[in-house]
Each structure stands twice: as C-alpha cells, then as structure tokens.
C-alpha cells in the first residue's frame, strides 16, 4: 500500500468525531443541519437578487438554528436534571458536568449555524441598501 503518512486516518477520525458529534447532541443537531441548508441557499439567493423577499425568507431562516438550538439545549438539560435525580451522589458532579457539556452541543451548533447564515444575509442587505 501507499503511505499517505496519517493524512487519511486523521480525515477519517476527524469525519468520525463530527458524526459522533452530531449523534451526541441529539435529534435537534439533524434539525438544525436541516434548516441550514435552506438557511444558506436563500443567502445565497439575497447576495445575489438582493430583494425585500429574500432578505425576510433569509432573516426567518436565519433564526430557526439559534432557536432550535436553544430548544435542543432545554430538552438535554432537562434530560440531565432527571438523571441525577436517580444517580449516586459519589457520581453525581461528574454525570452533570459531562451531561450538560453534552446538552450544549446544540445550542453551541445552532449559534454557528446561524453564524454562517448571518455573513451572506449582511452582503445581500448591504447590496439592497446601497442600490436604493
């Protein structure tokens, strides 16, 4: 075989971490990366018709992934608290630091969803404000 020295099992493991990433945090991570998509395309659309539609459709999309984030993150924590209501107390701040580390994941994926959302939302604002 080729020594491709580590390049790919690096790519590998890091492509695995995302996965178990977005399995960790939970079915809102799916939702999330759902609305993204759509999120990203009409930002793309506004950057380039820069129209009064395209900028609310895009503003609407924008603010679904920090939302649904938050939700995600409400539903983990809530899933944490009843959890450690049955845990041993020699485990309990361990089992909540891990717990809640995990129930943030959605909203932290959520905010850099929206993140991204929020660069072409701009451009294209700036563009519709300045042929005005």
Same mark, same amino acid.
């Given at each position: 075989?080729?020594?491709?020295?580590?390049? &790919?099992? /690096? $790519? /590998?493991? #890091?492509? $695995?971490?995302?996965?178990?990433?977005?399995?960790?945090?939970?079915?809102?991570?799916? !939702?999330? !990366?759902?609305?993204?998509?759509?999120?990203?395309?009409?930002?793309? !659309? %506004?950057? &380039?018709?820069?129209?009064?539609?395209?900028?609310?459709?895009?503003? &609407?999309?924008?603010?679904?992934?920090?939302?649904?984030?938050?939700?995600?993150?409400? %539903?983990?924590?809530?899933?944490? /608290?009843?959890?450690?209501q049955?845990?041993?107390?020699? %485990? #309990?701040? $361990?089992?909540?630091?891990?717990?809640?580390? $995990?129930?943030?994941?959605?909203?932290?994926?959520?905010?850099?969803?929206?993140?991204?959302?929020?660069?072409?939302?701009?451009i294209? /604002?700036?563009?519709?404000r300045? #042929?005005?």
């Amino acid at each position: 075989m080729y020594d491709t020295g580590g390049a &790919i099992d /690096e $790519e /590998e493991a #890091r492509m $695995e971490s995302m996965a178990q990433t977005l399995v960790r945090g939970g079915f809102t991570m799916n !939702l999330i !990366l759902l609305v993204t998509v759509p999120l990203l395309v009409f930002g793309v !659309l %506004h950057v &380039i018709l820069a129209r009064k539609w395209s900028f609310i459709v895009t503003l &609407i999309l924008f603010a679904l992934p920090p939302l649904l984030g938050a939700a995600g993150y409400a %539903h983990g924590a809530t899933m944490v /608290e009843q959890a450690l209501q049955g845990a041993d107390p020699a %485990h #309990r701040d $361990e089992m909540a630091a891990v717990g809640y580390t $995990e129930a943030k994941l959605p909203l932290y994926f959520g905010l850099g969803a929206g993140a991204v959302g929020l660069v072409p939302l701009v451009i294209g /604002e700036a563009r519709r404000r300045s #042929r005005s």
